[in-house]
């Protein structure tokens, strides 16, 4: 091939490309899809974290769906109020109040207190594993330990403690769900940041089968949704297992202290010694005995004012 067939190569393909390009200019002004302002600007106010709590795919999903569709202005966890405000601001509208959330581990399962069917060699997934016959846990709905809900979690919020749990750093936690979704046993859950005590437990099984399985599994008895234990009602029985209503305001204290399995966990014991435990639980029955002892003296004294 000699120079001239190679510079006129050169120019042919030099044509054909100033063609194309001239055609893909064209076609980009005609089929252009105009972006509404707004969603730009929601966009970059959002954190970018991309983290799915709000229900659409990514930030700029969710700044579409804003402005498209009508969607709430305040499901971004990670940005919480301010970003809500920001966004009311760019659309005219008033921000409604939401509810900061934290995960928490409905599961008290440890290596100690729960036992296991059979030994697990396949990847260390809770994912993988609950094909495997439903997990090597003899508690069908206990946590499998692999950390899969750690992994998930966009935000550094979460780590694996060495008695095979996971566990919420709630100074980090978004409250964005990822870690819910990630957990294939529905361990992983959401509660309000200003609640303390929650249900470590997440079995809807029958009390004998609960206790061959773990030492600390709710038994379904029922004392924690008395209204006794709980005067508020913020804890009903769904089956086997409470329910706590989180919308009623309660510090769950007697569900904490008279539940016989221990399932309540109070997150602020963390911090507590032992015997600063066993204190404060000494004076809460002191307490509920010496209020039992004033009903009791009232009931006498009004019936003896109705016998008189």
Same mark, same amino acid.
């Given at each position: 091939?000699?120079?001239?067939?190679?510079?006129?190569?050169?120019?042919?393909?030099?044509?054909?490309?100033?063609?194309?390009g001239?055609?893909?200019?064209?076609a980009? *002004?005609?089929?252009a899809?105009?972006?509404?302002? *707004?969603?730009?600007?929601i966009?970059?106010?959002?954190?970018?974290? $991309?983290c799915?709590?709000? +229900?659409?795919?990514?930030?700029?999903?969710?700044? &579409?769906?804003?402005v498209?569709?009508?969607a709430?202005?305040?499901?971004?966890?990670?940005?919480?109020?301010?970003?809500? $405000?920001k966004?009311?601001?760019i659309? +005219?509208?008033?921000?409604?109040?939401?509810?900061p959330?934290v995960a928490?581990?409905?599961? $008290?399962?440890?290596k100690?207190?729960?036992? &296991?069917?059979?030994?697990?060699? +396949?990847?260390?997934?809770?994912?993988?594993?609950?094909?495997?016959?439903?997990?090597?846990?003899?508690?069908d709905?206990?946590?499998l330990?692999?950390?899969?809900?750690?992994?998930?979690?966009?935000?550094?919020?979460?780590?694996?403690?060495?008695n095979?749990?996971?566990?919420?750093?709630?100074?980090?936690?978004?409250?964005?769900?990822?870690c819910?979704?990630?957990c294939?046993?529905?361990?992983?859950?959401?509660?309000p940041?200003?609640?303390?005590?929650?249900?470590a437990?997440?079995? $809807?099984?029958?009390?004998?089968?609960?206790t061959?399985?773990?030492?600390?599994?709710?038994i379904?008895? *029922?004392?924690?949704?008395l209204p006794?234990?709980?005067?508020? +009602?913020?804890?009903?029985?769904?089956?086997?297992?409470?329910?706590?209503?989180?919308?009623?305001?309660?510090?769950l204290?007697?569900?904490?202290?008279?539940?016989?399995?221990?399932?309540?966990?109070?997150?602020?014991?963390?911090?507590?010694?032992a015997d600063?435990?066993?204190?404060?639980?000494?004076?809460?029955?002191?307490?509920?005995a010496?209020?039992?002892e004033?009903?009791?003296?009232?009931?006498?004294? *009004?019936?003896?004012?109705?016998?008189?």
């Amino acid at each position: 091939m000699d120079i001239g067939q190679i510079l006129t190569a050169l120019v042919w393909v030099g044509l054909l490309g100033a063609v194309f390009g001239a055609i893909l200019a064209y076609a980009s *002004k005609v089929f252009a899809v105009e972006v509404d302002p *707004k969603v730009e600007k929601i966009s970059g106010i959002l954190p970018q974290a $991309n983290c799915g709590a709000c +229900g659409f795919p990514g930030c700029s999903g969710y700044a &579409n769906a804003i402005v498209s569709s009508g969607a709430e202005i305040n499901l971004c966890s990670p940005g919480g109020k301010e970003v809500a $405000n920001k966004i009311a601001e760019i659309m +005219g509208v008033t921000a409604k109040e939401s509810v900061p959330m934290v995960a928490y581990c409905a599961c $008290n399962g440890t290596k100690e207190n729960a036992k &296991n069917r059979f030994e697990y060699y +396949g990847p260390k997934s809770c994912a993988s594993a609950v094909f495997v016959s439903g997990g090597h846990k003899m508690c069908d709905y206990g946590c499998l330990g692999f950390g899969d809900c750690v992994e998930a979690c966009p935000f550094g919020a979460m780590g694996m403690g060495e008695n095979g749990l996971p566990y919420v750093i709630d100074e980090k936690c978004v409250g964005c769900g990822a870690c819910v979704r990630a957990c294939p046993k529905g361990v992983m859950k959401l509660m309000p940041r200003g609640a303390k005590v929650y249900l470590a437990c997440n079995s $809807n099984a029958k009390g004998k089968e609960v206790t061959d399985a773990c030492v600390v599994g709710c038994i379904g008895c *029922k004392i924690c949704s008395l209204p006794k234990t709980t005067p508020s +009602g913020a804890i009903k029985m769904d089956g086997d297992l409470p329910v706590v209503n989180y919308n009623i305001e309660d510090t769950l204290t007697g569900a904490k202290y008279k539940c016989p399995k221990g399932c309540f966990i109070d997150k602020g014991d963390r911090s507590k010694s032992a015997d600063q435990i066993a204190a404060e639980k000494e004076a809460f029955k002191a307490e509920e005995a010496k209020a039992a002892e004033a009903a009791k003296k009232a009931a006498l004294e *009004k019936a003896a004012d109705q016998k008189a």
